[in-house]
């Protein structure tokens, strides 16, 4: 099988094993107003483990509705997706939701928080869902915030915070689970470049040092000096970049 992933100028070739995910022949047909609309047309795409990947297109390309599908959180039309080894489509919608919970996290171009929770508080919820003890809880809550710079604001709410801060916290957040994978979905789109600068050196901390694969939607430049492998999406279709 063959997919189009283009390794960036700075990119460290990943070891030799399994891709974490596995896009086989992937399609999405919608149907607005009676017409159908093809997102995805047939992609193909290996995920290595360990990299930080980006999916670069412009808006309309399929990139949300690929990383979507990728996150268990819609399903194909045809073809195939596989998560360290099973098929997605050959989960329950309990197992679907215990995947999404415990090994995979998410990251939002909205941030998604809780606007009447502290810091830590929305770090913590994360982890109820997880079904953790208190105590593991504010150990990882805390941990998680310090990972991301947080660590003096853990008790302010996201309103007391610039939008670099609330965009660090929702990363927090996805990374206290300790999942395999973030899927994070236009998280610079809110933010100036300097700003969209640090986020991107945080994921290449994680990835480094966490040790957890991040793939990334993004029209962002700056995230040809990163990304360890480069996706081009256009017109629903993977192309060379």
């Known amino acids: 099988m063959s997919h189009a992933a283009t390794p960036s100028p700075t990119a460290v070739t990943p070891i030799s094993a399994p891709p974490l995910v596995r896009v086989e022949a992937v399609t999405r047909v ?3 107003d009676g017409q159908e609309v093809q997102a995805l047309r047939g992609v193909n795409l290996d995920l290595p483990r360990g990299v930080l990947a980006a999916l670069k297109g412009r808006s309309g390309s399929g990139k949300t ?3 979507n599908l990728i996150g268990g959180l819609d399903q194909p039309t045809a073809g195939k997706i596989y998560f360290d080894g099973p098929c ?6 309990q197992e679907l939701t215990l995947l999404r919970r415990r090994r995979l ?3 939002f171009q909205s941030f998604a928080l809780l606007p009447t929770y502290s810091a830590l508080e929305n770090v913590d919820l994360a982890l109820r869902l997880v079904g953790l003890g208190r105590k593991e809880r504010i150990e990882r809550a805390r941990r998680s915030l310090r990972v991301v710079g947080l660590a003096r604001w853990m008790h302010h709410r996201p309103d007391e915070m610039s939008g670099g801060q609330q965009q660090r916290l929702a990363i927090a957040r996805a990374l206290s689970t300790r999942p395999e994978l973030i899927l994070a979905d236009e998280p610079t789109g809110e933010l100036d470049t300097a700003t969209s600068r ?4 945080l ?11 991040i793939l990334s939607t993004t029209h962002d430049p700056l995230i040809d000096e990163y990304a360890d492998i480069i ?7 993977i192309t060379p970049s």
């Not at 994921?203 to 694969?213: D, L, P």
């Open 30 to 32: 919608y149907s607005l």
């Open 65 to 67: 509705t690929l990383i």
């Open 88 to 93: 997605l489509a050959g989960l329950s919608e």
């Open 105 to 107: 996290g998410f990251v």
């Open 198 to 201: 640090q986020i991107f050196d």
């Open 203 to 213: 994921f290449k901390h994680i990835v480094n040092k966490e040790g957890i694969t």
């Open 231 to 237: 996706y081009m999406l256009h017109d629903g279709v």
